[in-house]
């Protein structure tokens, strides 16, 4: 009974230590010229220069931060940030895209968090906060039970009435073609020229290189590139360029 009552004791001596410990690092966070900051100070700022694209090739999301991201993917304000991206993107369209509407007009999209949504997969593996298992997420991809983003539909059915092609272009790999477009089929995005996956040869490639080398195929053959939406720089960056690009918000993951 003393035995296991010291036991206890030293127990809550040590979990006592831990937390102490972890507010240390946490809660007390100072920046370098000692300006004390919140957690979400912290996180806030994480997240912004993951957007500014100062943060690059991150790994996973800092384990401090999984609570603030699970928080921000869920929330009103990333669904405003969407939409905000949405809207300039249709400013553009309306205000200076001079199309041609001679069969040569191109957009471009992603699609994982971009089109379709893998919240709902990274909820069950703490918001970017494990490293990622490719298995399990294209295990979770070939189910097709991806929701689509509903501002991206809004833009998407824009683009589409306004007449452009609809290039999609994704690092997805080829084997999960077949249940890429019933998932989108089945949300809402049809009427897509192409659907442009990763085989085998790209894969040896980056992503960025995989998509660059598609907008060159599209350039080389007369067509123009007005715009790309996509979540990842990888997706934006690279040459040649698109005429503009846009941006949608991901703490999540980085691609590059
Ligand atoms: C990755 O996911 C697969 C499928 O869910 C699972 O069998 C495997 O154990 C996971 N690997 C790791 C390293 O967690």
Redesign the pocket.
């Known amino acids: 009974m003393g035995r296991n009552l010291c036991h206890f004791c030293f127990l809550s001596f040590f979990v006592t230590l831990t937390v102490a410990e972890s507010k240390w690092n946490i809660l007390n966070q100072r920046t370098r010229n000692g300006m004390k900051i919140s957690l979400k100070n912290y996180c806030e700022s994480w997240r912004m220069n993951v957007e500014l694209h100062n943060i690059r090739e991150f790994q996973v999301v800092p384990e401090e931060c999984i609570g603030y991201v699970g928080k921000y993917v869920t929330s009103t304000q990333y669904k405003v940030d969407s939409e905000r991206a949405i809207e300039e993107s249709i400013v553009y369209l309306s205000t200076s895209c001079t199309l041609k509407n001679d069969g040569r007009d191109v957009w471009i999209f992603d699609i994982d968090d971009t089109l379709l949504s893998t919240v709902p997969y990274y909820k069950g593996h703490h918001f970017g906060g494990e490293k990622l298992?490719l298995?399990?997420l294209e295990?979770w991809m070939s189910h097709g039970k991806a929701p689509a983003l509903e501002h991206s539909l809004k833009l998407f059915n824009e683009i589409k009435a306004r007449g452009l092609h609809i290039i999609l272009v994704s690092s997805r790999r080829e084997h999960l073609r077949s249940a890429t477009i019933n998932n989108l089929l089945h949300v809402g995005f049809y009427g897509w020229t192409s659907l442009i996956l990763r085989g085998p040869e790209d894969e040896v490639k980056g992503v960025q290189d995989f998509k660059a080398d598609v907008r060159k195929k599209l350039t080389v053959g007369g067509y123009r590139v007005w715009g790309i939406l996509g979540d990842q720089y990888s997706s934006i960056d690279g040459l040649p360029r698109a005429k503009r690009t846009f941006k949608l918000p991901n703490p999540l993951y980085y691609v590059s």
């Open positions: 298992n298995t399990a295990e």
